[in-house]
């Protein structure tokens, strides 16, 4: 099955956005992997940019470089962390010129 994506409409052999993210942009972490425990807690993780304790519910994990996030450093749009998506912001803007 085909994703209904403009990048299945792509030329044949160019890469598309995502994969030209995930070779520019250094992996953090694994998907899947845990982000960094709050020693003086239970239950508390921290998020991988602003560095505040958060549950575990509260955090999203970047699909591209795998950092962890809360609400304020999310950009829901992409499903990316916001040092993901200055990064996707400038490939944006570079292929529109």
Request: hydrophobic content about 25%; glycine content about 8%; some cysteine.
């Amino acid at each position: 099955m085909k994703w209904p994506f403009p990048s299945n409409r792509r030329k044949a052999g160019a890469p598309d956005l995502y994969h030209e993210l995930r070779e520019e942009i250094p992996e953090a972490r694994k998907q899947g992997e845990l982000p960094a425990r709050d020693s003086g807690s239970f239950s508390r993780y921290f998020c991988d940019l602003c560095n505040s304790p958060f549950t575990i519910h509260e955090l999203r994990q970047c699909s591209i470089c795998g950092r962890w996030g809360c609400k304020d450093c999310w950009t829901q749009e992409y499903y990316i962390c916001n040092s993901c998506n200055g990064i996707l912001k400038m490939h944006l803007v570079r292929s529109r010129g």
